[in-house]
């Protein structure tokens, strides 16, 4: 009851933020020093499923690891509208492909959201073998965002 609770309210204020963004709420360097927040909040998730399958391997560290990627996952895609790209002024390594080819992008993005959903269940499950197996699955869907939709640092 309480993990669907959560999951509704993720799931609300995703929503909530995607819609206040794409109707103009946040100037284009709010919306794209969100996004890189995000990422950089999956990225020390990510950092935090490493170290635990490394080592120790603590069922409630990867699962909340691994809800942290799932609910930020959602909120990403919406933070790419139009406007926050390059020529925004601001820093960012989003490649225009990201606009110009929107339904690739959006297509990879669902599948980061699908993959990390996945990872939430097999990481309660405490079973360390399939949670490594859908953490190389979701750092590679990832890597293929980031080949094709990414600058290189």
């Known amino acids: 009851m309480v993990i669907r609770k959560l999951l509704f309210l993720t799931a609300a204020l995703a929503a909530l933020l995607a819609g ?7 100037s284009p360097a709010d919306t794209i ?34 809800r942290t990627i799932a609910a930020t996952s959602r909120l990403q895609k919406g ?8 020529g925004a002024g601001v820093k960012t390594d989003a490649l225009p492909a990201i606009w110009a080819q ?10 980061l959201v699908a993959e990390a959903d996945k990872l939430v269940g097999v990481a309660g499950s405490g079973n360390s073998a399939a949670v490594l197996a859908q953490f190389k699955a979701v750092g590679g869907s990832c890597a293929a965002c980031h080949r094709q939709f990414r600058a290189d640092e």
Not at 20 to 26: D, F, K, T, V, Y
Not at 48 to 57: I, N, P, R, S, T
Not at 79 to 86: H, S, V
Not at 102 to 111: L, Q
């Open 20 to 26: 206040g963004i794409s109707a103009g709420a946040a």
């Open 33 to 66: 020093s969100t996004r890189q927040a995000n990422f950089k909040k999956m990225g020390g998730a990510m950092k935090v499923l490493k170290e635990e399958l490394a080592g120790g391997a603590d069922k409630a560290k990867m699962l909340t690891a691994a």
């Open 79 to 86: 933070l790419f509208p139009a406007g926050t790209g390059p």
């Open 102 to 111: 929107r339904p690739a992008f959006d297509a990879a993005a669902g599948k």
